[in-house]
């Protein structure tokens, strides 16, 4: 699980994220939805430990991010919106040296990188130095060696970018067999046919807030429409604009 409390961040005058309270149960897909420079990305960084926080704590399935930032580590996946690899290493290679970092047996490494394979169509390349691959393959490799070492928290941000149609849908598939196995799921997209698919809450952030929580329906009751989820996100967006503009004209 994950749970957030009174989170902030500050890069010199901006507040990136605002005091976010937040709690996300074990074996939940949480979506988190909102506009440009709403926070996801910096709230995401924070769970995964990549970002400090200037106030405010992680806790990931029980340990703290920043006091006990292995521990913590070592139950999370993170796959960023733009995937990183060795250009100069193989797929295998590659799922090898991550499952070392992991401290998997040699044996488990091997057995599990074929299952991931055949499940993300990735035999073919396995002996294909990563530099060689298309942007949507080197997604996909980068799922699988998120998945590699069976992390009880799974942190995505724009997962599906570059997937074509086949793809996207096992990886939403594989997604949403992770949850029913227990693992909990943030994952922050701007594609809101893919919350409202997959996800049991949505969250959306706007401005370093969040603004809105709960299932689809909630958000509509909130937003007092019953559209499809772009209406609704709009609406709440433009609602909080408003409110945001009335303050501003009520201050001295």
Same mark, same amino acid.
């Given at each position: 699980?994950?749970?957030?409390? #009174?989170?902030?961040?500050?890069?010199?005058?901006?507040?990136?994220?605002?005091? !976010?309270?937040?709690?996300? =149960?074990?074996?939940?897909?949480? =979506?988190?939805?909102?506009?440009? &420079?709403?926070?996801?990305?910096?709230?995401?960084? +924070?769970?995964?430990?990549?970002?400090?926080?200037?106030?405010?704590?992680?806790?990931?399935?029980?340990?703290?991010?920043?006091?006990?930032?292995?521990?913590?580590?070592?139950? !999370?996946?993170?796959? %960023?919106?733009?995937?990183?690899?060795? *250009?100069?290493?193989?797929?295998? @290679?590659? +799922?090898?040296?991550?499952?070392?970092?992991?401290?998997?047996?040699?044996?488990?490494?091997?057995?599990?990188?074929?299952?991931?394979?055949?499940?993300?169509?990735?035999?073919?390349? &396995?002996?294909?130095?990563?530099?060689?691959? #298309?942007?949507?393959?080197?997604?996909?490799?980068? /799922?699988?060696?998120? !998945?590699?070492?069976?992390?009880?928290?799974?942190?995505? *941000?724009? %997962? +599906?970018?570059?997937?074509?149609?086949?793809?996207?849908? /096992?990886?939403?598939? @594989?997604?949403? =067999?992770?949850?029913?196995?227990?693992?909990?799921?943030?994952?922050?997209?701007?594609?809101? #046919?893919?919350?409202?698919?997959?996800? $049991?809450?949505?969250?959306? +952030?706007?401005?370093?807030?969040?603004?809105?929580?709960?299932?689809? *329906?909630?958000?509509?009751?909130?937003?007092?429409?019953?559209? =499809? !989820?772009? $209406?609704?996100?709009?609406?709440?967006? *433009?609602?909080?604009?408003?409110?945001?503009?009335?303050?501003?004209?009520?201050? %001295?």
């Amino acid at each position: 699980m994950i749970q957030i409390h #009174s989170l902030e961040k500050q890069f010199g005058s901006l507040r990136a994220v605002a005091g !976010l309270d937040l709690e996300i =149960a074990q074996g939940e897909f949480f =979506a988190c939805l909102g506009p440009n &420079a709403a926070g996801k990305t910096t709230t995401i960084k +924070m769970i995964a430990g990549l970002l400090k926080p200037t106030a405010g704590t992680v806790i990931v399935n029980g340990y703290d991010i920043q006091k006990t930032p292995e521990l913590a580590k070592a139950q !999370l996946a993170y796959v %960023p919106d733009f995937p990183f690899l060795y *250009d100069k290493l193989t797929c295998f @290679e590659f +799922m090898q040296f991550v499952g070392d970092i992991f401290r998997i047996e040699k044996k488990r490494i091997h057995h599990f990188t074929g299952e991931l394979f055949e499940k993300f169509h990735l035999g073919d390349y &396995a002996h294909e130095l990563t530099e060689n691959l #298309s942007h949507g393959t080197r997604q996909r490799l980068v /799922i699988a060696s998120a !998945l590699l070492h069976e992390p009880k928290v799974l942190v995505i *941000d724009e %997962p +599906m970018v570059g997937l074509d149609p086949r793809h996207a849908r /096992i990886v939403k598939d @594989e997604f949403k =067999a992770c949850a029913q196995r227990g693992m909990t799921i943030f994952l922050s997209t701007h594609q809101l #046919s893919v919350a409202e698919e997959m996800a $049991d809450r949505i969250g959306i +952030m706007h401005r370093g807030k969040l603004i809105a929580l709960g299932t689809v *329906d909630q958000l509509r009751a909130q937003s007092h429409g019953a559209g =499809a !989820l772009e $209406d609704v996100f709009l609406a709440l967006i *433009d609602e909080e604009e408003a409110i945001r503009e009335k303050q501003a004209l009520l201050q %001295p």
